[in-house]
């Protein structure tokens, strides 16, 4: 048993940028079922407060820390075991690191190495729409499945064998597909939180170099955006790596590491 007070390591990894209300409550779920306080934040932070972790390497966990007094500590761990709650009051915003490569909080290493847009698709090829996809549209076609890695057989879960496929359209739209036809995807739009829009075929691009203005900008057709002097891009869709959105499953954006006790004995 402790012979003084006992510390409580409570170590987690939490949003970028973080913010004094991101807290979390830990509560004894034995004896009284007190609040034992709170953790990296509090409810109640007046704008004197602690700001808590401004410079926080999103990429390492936080550790912070709850006193237990020696008082209750010989009550809880009477019998060897310390029984706790750790509770969230509601979730955070998610955050796709696909959809938002540029935030320290996703590949912090590997964006200092200018290496971030390889690790966030692992599929490096690219492929286009067809054709222009309104928001309600949940089948479409694309130019080229293979050249994107999307595979027919990765979809079929008869063998318990399967993985979810997720794509990104024009850079902003993340879409789950749900089935394939050769080029033909059906999907559910607006995975991870991201915002359904439409998309058109292409965009046209005019540079400083090509006397731009904002009529050749505005072009939606490839022959009057290229005869007035533009670039014709197509809208791309990108395959993009599932392992890679947290934030597909988990409502919020704390992830526990490990709780551990420290006090004399």
């Given at each position: 048993?402790?012979?003084?007070?006992?510390?409580?390591?409570?170590?987690?990894s939490?949003?970028?940028?973080?913010k004094?209300?991101?807290?979390?409550?830990?509560?004894?779920?034995?004896?009284?079922?007190?609040?034992?306080?709170?953790?990296?934040?509090?409810?109640?932070?007046?704008?004197?407060?602690?700001?808590?972790?401004?410079?926080?390497?999103?990429?390492?966990?936080?550790?912070?820390?709850?006193?237990?007094?020696?008082?209750?500590?010989?009550?809880?761990?009477?019998?060897?075991?310390?029984?706790?709650?750790?509770?969230?009051?509601e979730?955070?915003?998610?955050?796709?690191?696909?959809l938002?490569?540029?935030?320290?909080?996703?590949?912090?290493?590997?964006?200092?190495?200018?290496?971030t847009?390889?690790?966030?698709?692992?599929?490096?090829?690219?492929?286009?729409?067809?054709?222009?996809?309104?928001?309600?549209?949940?089948?479409?076609?694309?130019?080229?499945?293979?050249?994107?890695?999307?595979?027919?057989?990765?979809?079929d879960?008869?063998?318990?064998d399967?993985?979810?496929?997720?794509?990104?359209?024009?850079g902003?739209?993340?879409?789950?597909?749900?089935?394939?036809?050769?080029?033909?995807?059906?999907?559910?739009?607006?995975?991870?939180?991201?915002?359904?829009?439409?998309?058109?075929?292409?965009?046209?691009?005019?540079?400083?170099?090509?006397?731009?203005?904002?009529?050749?900008?505005?072009?939606?057709?490839?022959?009057?955006?290229?005869?007035?002097?533009?670039?014709?891009?197509l809208?791309?869709?990108?395959?993009?790596?599932?392992?890679?959105l947290?934030?597909?499953?988990?409502?919020?954006?704390?992830?526990?590491?490990?709780?551990?006790?420290?006090?004399?004995t």
């Amino acid at each position: 048993p402790p012979v003084g007070d006992v510390t409580l390591l409570i170590e987690a990894s939490l949003p970028w940028p973080h913010k004094s209300d991101y807290w979390l409550r830990v509560r004894l779920a034995e004896y009284d079922q007190r609040v034992l306080g709170f953790v990296f934040g509090t409810p109640d932070c007046s704008s004197d407060c602690n700001t808590g972790y401004p410079d926080n390497d999103p990429t390492q966990p936080l550790v912070d820390s709850i006193r237990i007094s020696y008082e209750l500590a010989k009550e809880v761990l009477s019998d060897g075991y310390l029984e706790l709650r750790v509770e969230i009051d509601e979730p955070r915003q998610e955050l796709s690191c696909a959809l938002h490569p540029e935030h320290n909080r996703c590949f912090a290493s590997l964006a200092a190495q200018g290496r971030t847009s390889d690790r966030l698709t692992q599929y490096p090829g690219f492929t286009t729409l067809t054709s222009a996809l309104g928001t309600l549209e949940t089948q479409f076609n694309i130019t080229s499945y293979s050249a994107i890695e999307l595979m027919p057989s990765e979809l079929d879960c008869s063998d318990g064998d399967c993985r979810r496929m997720f794509i990104l359209v024009g850079g902003v739209e993340l879409m789950e597909v749900s089935s394939m036809d050769g080029n033909t995807l059906n999907v559910t739009r607006g995975a991870g939180s991201s915002t359904i829009i439409a998309h058109p075929l292409g965009s046209c691009n005019c540079g400083v170099a090509t006397n731009f203005s904002a009529t050749c900008e505005q072009n939606s057709n490839q022959t009057l955006c290229t005869t007035q002097g533009g670039t014709w891009d197509l809208t791309p869709v990108q395959r993009i790596d599932a392992a890679l959105l947290p934030a597909l499953d988990n409502e919020g954006q704390f992830t526990l590491r490990s709780l551990t006790l420290s006090y004399a004995t």
